[in-house]
């Protein structure tokens, strides 16, 4: 009878638990998993977006900044957003302020100078931090991947190209532009798959 009892408890204390469990507490376990597909984000509206939506499809994860010298590549983003949107392929922004402050705003800001300035239609998702013991989950397992070169983010507008199946195929830091032909050679090679 003591079992059952101490049964009954640790079995409703972990549904209770499980049930108040928080996004960070999720995305922990997610970046054991190693999984993309296993992340919950919030998008720049505060809403809950699951990874696992964008299964079957080729992503650029990129952080960026309204005040860089990288800037100007939201309209690169923008451009091949555009030229492989109808053909299974997603951008996934995240808005930082991890390198010299250069994403001061809030995310409405953010949102409003996206598409005042670069016309903007790709997803856009809450301010993260890439850097440091609270950096995001989801970038803790992009930075750690086995197929590309590991380490810290290095500046805004650093890219990490995700296959259909969710797997880090590519890593392109900043300087390298969106609209290159390193950058639309990969993604079309994933379209292809």
Same mark, same amino acid.
Request: hydrophobic content about 35%; overall charge positive; some cysteine.
């Given at each position: 009878?003591?079992?059952?009892?101490?049964?009954?408890?640790?079995?409703?204390?972990?549904?209770?638990?499980?049930?108040?469990?928080?996004l960070n507490q999720i995305n922990k376990e997610a970046t054991m998993?190693?999984?993309?597909?296993?992340?919950?984000?919030?998008?720049?509206?505060?809403?809950?977006?699951?990874?696992?939506?964008?299964?079957?499809?080729?992503?650029?994860?990129?952080?960026?900044?309204?005040?860089?010298?990288?800037?100007?590549?939201?309209?690169?983003?923008?451009?091949?957003?555009?030229?492989?949107?109808?053909?299974?392929?997603?951008?996934?922004?995240?808005?930082?302020?991890?390198?010299?402050?250069?994403?001061?705003?809030?995310?409405?800001?953010?949102? +409003?100078?996206?598409?005042?300035?670069?016309?903007?239609?790709?997803?856009?998702?809450?301010?993260?931090?890439?850097?440091?013991?609270?950096?995001?989950?989801?970038? +803790?397992?992009?930075?750690?991947?086995?197929?590309?070169?590991?380490?810290?983010?290095?500046?805004?507008?650093?890219?990490?190209?995700?296959?259909?199946?969710?797997?880090?195929?590519?890593?392109?830091?900043?300087?390298?532009?969106? +609209?290159? +032909?390193?950058?639309?050679?990969?993604?079309?090679?994933?379209?292809?798959?």
């Open positions: 009878m003591r079992y059952i009892k101490l049964f009954l408890i640790t079995l409703f204390t972990f549904i209770f638990i499980g049930n108040s469990f928080s998993s190693g999984g993309i597909y296993d992340f919950i984000v919030k998008d720049i509206d505060g809403k809950n977006i699951k990874l696992s939506d964008f299964k079957g499809k080729v992503l650029l994860i990129v952080n960026v900044a309204s005040r860089c010298g990288y800037t100007p590549q939201y309209e690169g983003l923008q451009k091949i957003y555009d030229q492989y949107k109808d053909k299974g392929f997603e951008i996934l922004a995240f808005p930082c302020n991890d390198f010299k402050g250069q994403e001061p705003g809030t995310n409405q800001e953010i949102k +409003e100078f996206c598409s005042a300035n670069y016309g903007v239609t790709f997803k856009l998702f809450d301010k993260i931090k890439v850097l440091g013991d609270d950096k995001m989950p989801l970038y +803790e397992t992009l930075i750690n991947s086995e197929s590309v070169e590991k380490g810290d983010v290095k500046w805004n507008f650093e890219k990490f190209l995700i296959s259909k199946d969710g797997k880090v195929e590519a890593r392109f830091r900043s300087k390298v532009k969106p +609209e290159s +032909e390193e950058v639309t050679s990969a993604i079309e090679k994933l379209l292809a798959k």
